[in-house]
Each structure stands twice: as structure tokens, then as C-alpha cells.
């Protein structure tokens, strides 16, 4: 690939990505952080492509290990944005039910 | 055979895809045509739709391990997105914390693999500075994500002992710091010792890992996360280079964008709010 067309690509990129957080919701801080990771996640597609390309039986074995890796990652990164999702439109829970370090 | 350009193939379709899902996630409910619950069903669409053209235009070479291994991975998530016991919203918080420090973990590891893998399958004696320089920042992100995701896991979850951070620990944390990148820029210098010098870096990588994650008060580790998660994106966009994806060097660009914003940017528009006078 071209540097220049990488360094380009990035950089667009990059102002695009900062120039939409900038517009979110200030009061979501942690949504951010879980997006960026749901977003790391997507590493799964550059594993499952080198694998496929992979020659070699220890390049075999250390790719699908990173496939592996990369997909729990991806899928638990998913499942925890879902969660606060669930959380921030739940109704708030009784304080008898909320365990004792609320309760307290 | 250039995979890059078939992940772009349907890339662009899944970039945009995904603008349109951040968009409708950082807006949060106010969005009626795309809101947060429809926003992550599109984003994971998205990924199991590129997954699949990835996988379909593999044709036989390994597809049936890489799909074994996706479930495998798919199948051990619950296990680190477990929910809390008590339905109390700092318990749910905990949790959350807990399972993007195993995220981080993972990640980590695939990208320290993914590095490894990519100095042993090319001939690196031979090959060009610039592909090797990127396996060995790799190698090293990768290894110092893994650290610090699995120490502030330990330390979430009371396994370690509290420390509190002096700086004497920052100075170390440096020196290390220095010592790993020299390490590393001479293994891209002298191939052939290379060896040696990248299992000294990876060594120094884990104590660094160690160290960032101890040499921090317990509250600060979402910004030990969001760092590591800035460098992660960081080496996805290299991986994109390497394998000639623009859809991962603009995926990991937008990670960059998001650690950045969530470090540095949202206090200082905080701060500006904080300091405007008051008429």
C-alpha cells in the first residue's frame, strides 16, 4: 500500500472520528470507552484474514489462537454495550432488592 | 492473493454502517429512527457481515479452523461478561469495568499473535524495514496491553494488593518504557539478532504492563483502559497496512479518535465549561 494513501486514510479518519465524539452526549463518558472497544474488536476480521493467507502449521496455530482471542474480545465488548444500554433504560431497582452496598 | 482489497470489497458498505451506529450510540435515545439497541444490533451485523465476506472469499485454505475458532471465542465471552450478583447500578459498573479489562486482554493477545505471526511468515531478513517495524510495535503494544488488562483485572477484582503510586514508580515506568523501544528499534536495525532482542522487549513489555497498572490509584483504571485501547487502534491500523485494508486503517484510526477524545478532549471541554465566567 501507498504511505501516502495510509497516512491520508488515517488522517481523515482520525479528524472524522474526533469531530463526531466531540458531538456525543457529554453525560456518557463511559459509552466512549466501550464503543472504542466494541470498535477493537473488529481486530477478529485482520486475524481471520491472516489466517486464511497462513502457510505454515505455526502460523497456523499462533493466527487461529489470535482468532480465538480477538472473537471472545469482539463478543464481550458487544455484550457490554448492550448491558449499559439495558442499564441506562432500566427503571432504578427497589432498595430491598439492590443488595446490601446499596442498601447501606 | 490480496486480501485487503476483499475485506474492502465490503468494507466501504460496513464503514459507513458503522458511522451510522456510532452516530446513533453517542446521540443516545434521542434518535428515533436509530436508536442505542438497534445502533449495536447494526454494529454486530456488520462484523459477522464482514466476518462472513472474509471467510467466503477464502475459499478452502483454513476457513472451516477460522470459524471453529470464531465460535470457540463467541463461546467463551459469557464467561468474561458475566453480570453481577446484586442488581445494585455500581455492582453493574464493577462488572462492566471487569469485562473490558478481559476485552483489553484479548485484544491484546490477538494483536501480540497477530504481530508475531506477521515477523515469522515474511522473510524478515529480507523484507522491507517498514513491515518489520510494524510487527515488532505490534509484538510490543500487544504484550504491554495484555499486561496491564490482566493486572487491573487482578487488582479489580482484590486478587493484588493495594499500592499506592509514588513516583519513583512513573520514573521506572519510563526508563522501562525507553529501554523496550531501544530494544526494539535495534531488532528492526539488525535482523538478525532479532531474536534475543525481542524476548528481552517482550519481558520488559510484561513489567512495564505491570507497572502502568500499579502505579496508578484503582479509580484512574478507566484511563489505563482507554490508553491501551488508543494503542490498540494504533496497531489495527498498522495491521491495515500491512494486510492493504483501508476499512481496518480507518477502523483503527476511529479508535484512536475515541481514546483520544475520551483522555485528553471531554476534560478539556470540561474545563472550559468550568472556567467561562459566570455573568
Do not use: C
Request: hydrophobic share 55%; charged share 10%; net charge positive.
Amino acid at each position: 500500500m501507498d504511505p501516502v494513501i495510509a497516512l491520508y486514510t488515517v488522517l481523515l479518519a482520525t479528524a472524522l472520528g474526533l469531530s463526531g465524539f466531540a458531538r456525543s452526549d457529554t453525560r456518557r463518558r463511559g459509552r466512549g470507552l466501550l464503543l472504542a472497544s466494541v470498535l477493537a474488536g473488529f481486530i477478529v476480521v485482520a486475524a481471520v484474514s491472516a489466517l486464511v493467507i497462513a502457510t505454515t502449521i505455526p502460523g497456523m496455530i499462533v493466527t487461529a489462537l489470535a482468532v480465538l482471542f480477538s472473537a471472545q474480545a469482539a463478543t464481550t465488548a458487544l455484550s457490554l454495550l448492550w448491558r449499559e444500554i439495558h442499564t441506562e433504560t432500566r427503571p432504578p431497582v427497589p432498595a430491598s432488592k439492590a443488595g446490601t452496598e446499596d442498601a447501606l | 492473493m490480496n486480501f485487503g482489497l476483499q475485506i474492502d470489497l465490503i468494507g466501504w458498505f460496513a464503514l459507513v454502517t458503522i458511522l451510522i451506529s456510532l452516530h446513533g450510540l453517542s446521540r443516545g435515545s434521542s434518535n428515533r429512527l436509530l436508536g442505542p439497541r438497534r445502533a449495536v444490533v447494526l454494529l454486530a451485523i456488520t462484523l459477522v457481515a464482514v466476518l462472513a465476506a472474509v471467510l467466503w472469499s477464502a475459499g478452502d485454505n483454513n476457513t472451516l479452523l477460522a470459524a471453529i475458532m470464531i465460535l470457540l471465542g463467541v463461546a467463551t465471552a459469557p464467561f468474561s461478561a458475566r453480570r453481577p450478583r446484586t442488581l445494585s447500578l455500581r455492582a453493574e459498573q464493577d462488572s462492566i469495568l471487569n469485562g473490558l479489562s478481559l476485552s483489553t486482554i484479548g485484544s491484546g493477545l490477538a494483536v501480540a499473535l497477530l504481530g508475531l505471526t506477521g515477523w515469522f511468515e515474511t522473510n524478515y531478513r529480507l523484507d522491507n524495514w517498514d513491515l518489520r517495524l510494524i510487527a515488532v510495535v505490534s509484538v510490543f503494544i500487544g504484550v504491554w496491553t495484555f499486561a496491564s488488562g490482566l493486572m487491573l483485572w487482578l487488582r479489580l477484582n482484590a486478587y493484588l494488593p493495594e499500592s499506592t503510586p509514588t513516583q519513583m514508580q512513573q520514573r521506572v515506568g519510563f526508563v522501562v518504557l525507553a529501554m523496550a523501544l531501544g530494544l526494539g528499534l535495534l531488532a528492526v536495525l539488525f535482523p538478525s539478532f532479532a531474536r534475543f532482542l525481542m524476548i528481552v522487549m517482550v519481558l520488559l513489555a510484561l513489567e512495564l504492563g505491570a507497572l502502568s497498572a500499579f502505579g496508578i490509584a484503582i479509580t484512574q483504571a478507566t484511563r489505563v483502559l482507554g490508553r491501551h485501547l488508543g494503542l490498540l487502534g494504533a496497531a489495527i491500523a498498522m495491521l491495515g497496512y500491512v494486510q492493504e485494508s483501508l476499512f481496518l486503517l480507518a477502523i483503527g484510526s476511529l479508535i484512536m479518535a475515541g481514546a483520544i477524545q475520551y483522555l485528553y478532549l471531554r476534560r478539556t471541554i470540561k474545563t472550559r465549561a468550568t472556567d467561562a465566567p459566570r455573568n
